[in-house]
């Protein structure tokens, strides 16, 4: 088998080689190098001390020397260069106490995880293959390295990456290792909360993420880490728009959706808030007054827990907050559209209508509330394409303006004057000219000092 060794990877093994040490591309490079796919990093394993990796090669940092391992800089390009090890014991199924170097290949790729990762290649060797991963590879299987709890108890964190894996490559967790994941399920509780999020990511915007959920659900690690989604699993109130369990119109949503993080972290937690504000009907069917609001309340503190950056965060609520279609009677007007613009925000509105579109695709009768989001986006393109106004900023008035003109002083009348104004012109565009406005402002203003004492 013949792999192409990028230009670096191949001079720092050939480095090491010409200085009388082994060296191979090593784990998940390999096996992305087999499947065709484009690695996107490089780690490099080799029977050098890390001392003398940092000897041969003029630019590196020890970013994590204790464990052998040396990133070397090779124009502007980074690669990890660990020494073979092997490790002691794990005592918090997360971190080895120690690490020792060894000389043998083959004791270093005991210690990894699954057999696709223990791979090893160097043109002078080839593919060095002690566990049979290449058979595990053309099976789509992903199958620990020896005993799958050692493994485990070892490395919690191997449990979400297993499931990740199987998000990502569509491959089968073999019987044994899914056994070992739901008996040691408990374990992730012991891993940071910042990896967790980081490999329930990669599973979101993976090709298969409903698997990686599935697989989630059946370990019962989605109760350890999620148990506001756990909760929704089997939860099958009778309502008018769809007849699956929230937990299963969570996962077609999902299905309907591109890989985008924010867009698939809106479809993961849209309807959490349905647990809290369930309300039976007469009829005995069930609807969900206010879930939207009740949803985004709830992921943000999801999402919070889970340490996700503010960003995203306030991007998802926003998007869940207005993620319900109603009415698909009724076409809002242009102002309606405008303020929704503005809640949601400009980057995410076009995330919001696909949220909706998956959404809707998974209802009774889809067509009149697609017909609806068609509208709407349709319009929404229109108005930002135009540049109409949507912001203060964009007002053909300013603060300085209505001082001058108006004879008033700084102060809050400023901003209640500019956001009367802003109101009207989201409404009317043609109203967006200084005259008119000068105009609106003293009847506003005059308005305010026959009902409001302004001083």
Not at 283 to 308: C, D, Q, V, W
Not at 362 to 370: A, E
């Amino acid at each position: 088998m013949n792999i192409n060794i990028p230009k670096n990877v191949q001079y720092i093994i050939d480095k090491f080689y010409k200085n009388n040490y082994e060296a191979y591309m090593v784990g998940g490079c390999v096996r992305d190098c087999i499947l065709g796919l484009s690695p996107k990093d490089y780690d490099i394993t080799t029977s050098a001390k890390p001392n003398i990796t940092q000897s041969l090669f003029t630019k590196t940092v020890p970013t994590g020397i204790e464990h052998g391992t040396i990133t070397v800089l090779i124009e502007n390009e980074n690669f990890e260069v660990t020494t073979y090890r092997t490790e002691g014991n794990y005592l918090d199924n997360r971190r080895p106490e120690s690490v020792l170097f060894v000389s043998n290949i083959k004791e270093d790729l005991s210690r990894r995880d699954f057999t696709i990762n223990a791979f090893a290649y160097n043109d002078r060797d080839g593919l060095v293959d002690y566990f049979d991963g290449l058979t595990d590879l053309n099976n789509k299987i992903i199958k620990a390295v020896g005993d799958p709890n050692k493994r485990f108890q070892e490395d919690a964190l191997r449990m979400l990456r297993a499931i990740r894996f199987s998000a990502q490559l569509d491959f089968t967790i073999e019987e044994n290792t899914l056994n070992a994941i739901k008996t040691n399920c408990v374990l992730i509780k012991n891993i940071s909360i910042e990896r967790i999020r980081d490999e329930l990511c990669k599973m979101l915007i993976s090709n298969n993420p409903t698997k990686g959920l599935i697989l989630l659900r059946d370990t019962g690690i989605l109760e350890i880490i999620l148990p506001e989604i756990n909760s929704l699993v089997e939860y099958t109130p009778l309502c008018n728009n769809h007849n699956r369990d929230v937990f299963e119109h969570t996962l077609k949503v999902i299905d309907n959706t591109e890989s985008d993080l924010k867009l698939r972290l809106s479809a993961l937690f849209h309807d959490v808030g349905k647990l809290n504000t369930l309300t039976s009907l007469p009829n005995g069917h069930h609807y969900f007054p206010g879930h939207n609001i009740e949803s985004a309340i709830m992921t943000k503190e999801i999402l919070r827990r889970l340490k996700f950056d503010n960003g995203t965060i306030d991007n998802v609520c926003a998007i869940i907050y207005d993620h319900l279609v109603l009415r698909p009677d009724y076409m809002p007007t242009d102002g309606e559209i405008k303020r929704l613009i503005n809640r949601v925000g400009i980057n995410n509105i076009y995330t919001l209508y696909n949220l909706q579109r998956a959404d809707i695709n998974s209802l009774w009768d889809p067509i009149p509330f697609l017909n609806k989001v068609d509208y709407i986006e349709n319009k929404t393109r229109e108005i930002l394409e135009n540049k109409e106004p949507l912001t203060i900023k964009a007002l053909a008035i300013n603060g300085s303006i209505l001082i001058k003109d108006l004879g008033l002083k700084p102060g809050k009348i400023l901003g209640y004057i500019l956001n009367y104004l802003l109101e009207k012109v989201l409404d009317d565009k043609t109203l967006n000219s200084k005259d008119i406005l000068i105009t609106l402002s003293k009847a506003y203003l005059n308005d305010l000092q026959n009902n409001v004492d302004l001083h």
